[in-house]
Nanobody, 115 residues
Framework: VQLVESGGDLVQAGGSLRLSCVVS????????MGWYRQAPGKQRELVAG????????SYADSVKGRFTISRNNGENTMYLQMNSLKFEDTAVYYC?????????WGQGTQVTVSS
């Protein structure tokens, strides 16, 4: 499984961004997917998760009501729509895919929110 993120950028507080994660390889083996982020000096944290069919989602309390995770299995792409961005959302955002054997990670995309 290979994951490639895109969409990170510099944006002003209150703005929006949409991150994309294109999935290739053994996509049939993926059980769940998610977006994580890691800010400088902090541990990587789960931002949002989504089930294989896309019907079940979960969010960190800090992003509920502002971020929306979705996936288009036909296009092998997962998205993270981020609205009302805050300075504290600044981080490298990583795409994650979990199979029954292991986790897979993308290379990350930088999101910087200016206050």
């Amino acid at each position: 499984v290979q994951l490639v993120e895109s969409g990170g950028d510099l944006v002003q507080a209150g703005g929006s961004l949409r991150l994309s994660c294109v999935v290739s390889g053994s996509t049939f083996s993926i059980v769940t997917m998610g977006w994580y982020r890691q800010a400088p000096g902090k541990q990587r944290e789960l931002v949002a998760g989504i089930s294989s069919g896309g019907s079940d989602t979960s969010y960190a309390d800090s992003v509920k009501g502002r971020f929306t995770i979705s996936r288009n299995n036909g296009e092998n792409t997962m998205y993270l729509q981020m609205n009302s961005l805050k300075f504290e959302d600044t981080a490298v955002y990583y795409c994650n895919a979990w199979t029954h054997i292991r986790d897979y990670w993308g290379q990350g995309t930088q999101v910087t929110v200016s206050s």
